[in-house]
């Protein structure tokens, strides 16, 4: 809204100073400034309204240190990072952006889901919430969203990255001026490192634009649905999915400022996308809802975001990757979310097939999601391959840990687009 204004003003009267919001710097700052404003100052408030509404965790008792102090946090608190998420990126950003317009969508989407989630646990009393297959059925039908915007909307665009020799016989990387409609995306540490999901239906012929339709349909689903579980398994330890989510938020917006900038894009050897600057405003907006979470969501937490934060930042980040092509680097940059559900999938898989077999469940872990395995004593009669570490590991100690493993994939997946 604050760009069509100030470009009206800019245009029509010559305002001082209103030119500034073309620039996409300015405007990031702008939006990252005010998302940490509305998440700090608001967050008090919604805050001390969900304590007032005994809106609070309930606990079970997984007998890990410090838990049951936990009982009675207010929960519900994502809802701070959706407003503080909207609020920048309605002021701050063009509107009619497509890209923009299916974040906002993907926002609204799984923040409804995970309330939706909440309400059913707090007010209802069912601690097990909505049902699995609802929530299956609602990430599916974003991602189906999703996949058919992106496919058919004329918007969603690229400029094609090909390397080229000159007369000299050295090789230089092109951008192609003529935007066309693909469904490529980038491959990580590959020199050639474009993939055209088009190109694994090729022995459909006539029928492969609708062959290539349904297989980045239901690539955008497995993201969708794959990521958004990873966030909400990580949510179990004061602060760690808001730190993780604020780390791969700034991945997020670094890829997205050079996809959108051909000059960098020419550099990196990646594609083109116009009108993907506008998402370099919302990851702004992004990182500053969550940081602004963790003054609140830090150990000892005074609110948790429930599954109304936990499905909404995984949703974000999984569109987000997509949106600019670097959904395969999705497993390095979200490493810590891999982690925590590949440790339960081990950790449920291996307990049914020993059960089977043995007829007695064992575990490779002495508890999952991942975070909570250090927060067992080992050697303490649990039946567990992996008994290390030995003695418990404070909350506030494994987050910070994780953080900095977040923040050294982050890195990693940065520089793959120049390690080939």
Same mark, same amino acid.
């Given at each position: 809204m604050l760009y069509d204004l100030f470009n009206y003003?800019?245009?029509?009267?010559?305002?001082?100073?209103? &030119?500034?919001?073309?620039?996409?710097?300015?405007?990031? +700052?702008?939006?990252?400034?005010?998302?940490?404003?509305?998440?700090?100052?608001?967050?008090?408030?919604?805050?001390? $309204?969900? $304590?007032? !509404?005994? +809106? /609070?965790?309930?606990?079970?008792?997984?007998?890990?240190e410090g838990q049951t102090s936990k009982k009675g946090t207010p929960t519900m608190g994502g809802i701070i990072i959706i407003i503080a998420i909207l609020a920048p990126v309605l002021l701050f950003s063009r509107i009619n952006n497509i890209y923009l317009i299916i974040m906002i969508i993907t926002t609204l989407w799984m923040g409804s889901l995970g309330f939706v989630d909440d309400y059913i646990k707090v007010f209802k009393k069912d601690k097990e919430g909505l049902h699995g297959r609802f929530k299956i059925i609602a990430q599916v039908g974003l991602g189906l969203i999703v996949g058919l915007i992106f496919f058919f909307s004329p918007n969603v665009v690229i400029g094609e990255n090909r390397t080229v020799r000159n007369q000299e016989n050295v090789e230089k990387v092109q951008i192609h001026t003529t935007h066309i409609k693909s469904t490529q995306t980038t491959i990580p540490f590959m020199k050639n490192n474009n993939f055209d999901y088009a190109q694994s239906v090729k022995w459909t012929g006539d029928f492969q634009p609708v062959a290539a339709c349904i297989v980045f349909v239901l690539v955008v689903i497995f993201i969708v649905t794959a990521v958004s579980n990873g966030a909400n398994l990580t949510d179990g330890l004061d602060g760690l999915v808001t730190g993780s989510s604020a780390i791969i938020g700034v991945a997020l917006g670094t890829l997205a400022y050079m996809s959108s900038h051909v000059e960098f894009a020419s550099f990196l050897n990646i594609m083109?996308?116009? /009108?993907?600057?506008?998402?370099?405003?919302?990851?702004?907006?992004?990182?500053?809802?969550?940081? /602004?979470? !963790?003054?609140?969501n830090a150990y000892p937490a005074q609110v948790f975001m &429930?599954?109304?934060?936990?499905?909404?930042l995984g949703g974000i980040i999984a569109v987000f990757a997509i949106l600019i092509r670097k959904e395969l680097l999705i497993p390095i940059l979200c490493g810590i979310f891999l982690a925590e559900s590949l440790s339960v999938m081990l950790q449920v898989s291996y307990y049914k097939f020993t059960k089977k077999k043995y007829g007695e469940g064992r575990r490779i872990f002495k508890m999952t999601p991942l975070h909570h395995h250090f927060q067992k004593r080992g050697n303490a009669g649990i039946q567990a391959l992996l008994q290390r570490p030995i003695h418990i590991i404070p909350e506030s100690k494994i987050v910070v840990r994780f953080w900095m493993i977040g923040i050294i994939l982050a890195a990693i997946t940065i520089i793959t687009l120049k390690v080939r």
């Open positions: 003003l800019d245009l029509q009267f010559d305002f001082p100073g209103a &030119g500034v919001f073309r620039y996409i710097s300015f405007r990031a +700052i702008c939006a990252l400034i005010f998302s940490l404003f509305i998440s700090t100052m608001i967050g008090h408030r919604i805050i001390s $309204k969900l $304590k007032s !509404l005994q +809106i /609070g965790e309930s606990i079970r008792d997984l007998g890990v083109f996308i116009p /009108g993907a600057e506008e998402l370099v405003i919302f990851a702004s907006a992004f990182i500053g809802a969550t940081i /602004g979470f !963790l003054w609140y &429930g599954d109304t934060g936990s499905l909404t």
